[in-house]
């Protein structure tokens, strides 16, 4: 990593600047993440308490316990759903802020 006082008070030379570029590549930021709603859902449901809920809805479905297979999706749902809700909401905020940030600046 390169510490400001590895540069020379007068500034670097271009090949120093090419040598750093080739090196440590631009200065940019990273690109912003998307917001896979699919993925997020999958993690979700990846819990393994949900995981439980899911098997014994399946049981109960395979039982004709439907209310009973009811009852835990809806848990489910209610479980996931504001979770999602919460993250997606949190992204496109984040992706408004990231659009105010100013994207260059001015080097001595």
Same mark, same amino acid.
């Given at each position: ?7 020379? /008070?007068?500034?670097?030379?271009? /090949?120093?600047?090419? &040598? ?15 917001? /896979? ?8 449901l990846a819990n393994p308490l949900v995981l439980i809920l899911l098997a014994a809805s399946g049981v109960s479905a395979a039982f004709g316990?439907?209310?009973? &297979? ?24 984040? /992706? ?13």
């Amino acid at each position: 990593m390169v510490r400001p006082s590895d540069t020379p /008070e007068g500034g670097l030379s271009s /090949e120093d600047a090419a &040598a750093r570029l080739r090196q440590w590549g631009p200065n940019e930021l990273a690109p912003p993440l998307r917001f /896979e709603a699919l993925r997020h859902i999958a993690r979700q449901l990846a819990n393994p308490l949900v995981l439980i809920l899911l098997a014994a809805s399946g049981v109960s479905a395979a039982f004709g316990q439907v209310g009973s &297979a009811t009852v835990i999706a809806l848990m489910i749902i209610l479980s996931v759903g504001p979770n999602f809700t919460q993250a997606y909401r949190s992204q496109k905020a984040a /992706e408004r802020l990231r659009a105010q940030v100013a994207r260059w600046s001015a080097v001595i």
